[in-house]
């Protein structure tokens, strides 16, 4: 079966680092996207990576091991806007993103 | 600014009262796709287009279907919407398949009465 799981909430503190885990199984493997969707609003594209290791774009990395089924997003200086659900797609042989329900992050002061 | 435009962006529909969702968009993307997402779940692939090739999800209800009359334009049409099909239905679009980034518009939230 395709799967995708990620925790359902995180909490973390302005300024701090969080990481976001997603594990995958998936009908083959073409890649991972995170996306951030903040309340009521579509998902806007964060991050893919294809190969193993880490893809670092401003304040946001992300990183892949496929021998593991296994990536991560990590947020740093983490600031109030944050607050919003990420969620892991992996693409499978299908072409098709399979999408998790999503890690609801809240940022407090 | 080259975008995904959805309209309207709140939809409300009598139970059985057949409705239509559009979407646009102006990134010249060969491929289109529409999604349902219910509250605190994963959007839910609906079915996708590649150009005119129409790709139908094997779980898809038959009370969905969808156009693409041209590159830019797409619709969703729900026959005769239930109160389990409320919910945001999301357009998305991607140059092509494999490995590209999917853009999603801003969704069109569905309420059934």
């Known amino acids: 079966g395709q799967n995708i799981d990620q925790p359902t909430e995180m909490t973390a503190t302005e300024g701090a680092i969080v990481q976001i885990n997603c594990t995958y199984q998936?009908?083959?493997?073409?890649?991972l996207f995170w996306y951030q969707q903040h309340a009521g609003e579509a998902p806007t594209f964060l991050s893919y990576?294809?190969?193993?290791g880490l893809e670092e774009k401003g304040r946001f990395s992300s990183f892949l091991s496929r021998s593991k089924g296994y990536s991560y997003l990590l947020l740093k200086e983490l600031q109030m806007k944050d607050s919003a659900s990420y969620l892991c797609?992996?693409?499978?042989?299908?072409?098709?993103?399979?999408f998790g329900t999503g890690t609801r992050l809240q940022v407090f002061p | 600014d080259a975008m995904v435009i959805q309209n309207p962006r709140y939809q409300v529909t009598q139970f059985g009262k057949p409705v239509t969702l559009s979407c646009s968009q102006t990134l010249n993307h060969n491929v289109m796709y529409w999604y349902q997402q219910k509250s605190s779940q994963a959007p839910k692939l609906l079915f996708h287009y590649y150009d005119k090739d129409f790709n139908n999800e094997a779980d898809t209800p038959d009370n969905f279907q969808s156009r693409r009359p041209n590159t830019s334009f797409c619709f969703l049409d729900i026959r005769s919407p239930g109160l389990g099909d409320a919910a945001m239905y999301l357009c998305?679009?991607?140059?092509?398949?494999?490995?590209?980034?999917?853009?999603f518009g801003p969704g069109t939230r569905l309420t059934v009465l």
């Open positions: 797609a992996g693409e499978d042989n299908t072409d098709k993103l399979i």
């Open positions: 998936t009908s083959g493997f073409n890649g």
């Open positions: 998305a679009t991607s140059r092509d398949n494999r490995a590209d980034t999917q853009y």
């Open positions: 990576n294809v190969l193993d």
